[in-house]
């Protein structure tokens, strides 16, 4: 059984940073493509970034040059580190995982239906 925990999140001021953790368990990490979502209350959860299963990355226009993904098949851990943060990134951020056949997580790797597994969220709250 997959789990996922993500851990990381915090209040930051506008400018500031944060790392994101998703600790992983219960299947066979190194082969999935994982990802981070997130969603703010009475909104849909939207694809921030992925990475596969070989490491080629994808990301959301609005967070490319400032969250950068990665992950630690040796601590099963994935990551995201989080820059210049705005006040509209403030939301609960979610870590999910599914298979990679592609390699690169594919070209809907930004939809929440291409997932089945999901970590509880940590929330992310940036101040002006």
């Known amino acids: 059984q997959v789990q996922l925990v993500e851990s990381g999140g915090g209040s930051v001021q506008g400018g500031g940073s944060l790392r994101l953790s998703c600790a992983a368990s219960g299947y066979t990490y190194s082969s999935y493509c994982m990802a981070w979502f997130r969603q703010a209350p009475g909104k849909e959860r939207e694809g921030v970034a992925a990475i596969g299963s070989d490491g080629n990355t994808n990301y959301a226009d609005s967070v490319k040059g400032r969250f950068t993904i990665s992950k630690d098949n040796a601590k099963n851990t994935l990551y995201l580190q989080m820059s210049s943060l705005k006040p509209e990134d403030t939301d609960m951020y979610y870590c999910?995982?599914?298979?990679?056949?592609?390699?690169?997580?594919?070209?809907?790797?930004?939809?929440?239906?291409?997932?089945?597994?999901w970590g509880q969220g940590t929330q992310v709250t940036v101040s002006s």
């Open positions: 999910a995982a599914a298979a990679d056949p592609t390699g690169w997580c594919g070209y809907t790797w930004f939809r929440v239906g291409s997932f089945g597994a």
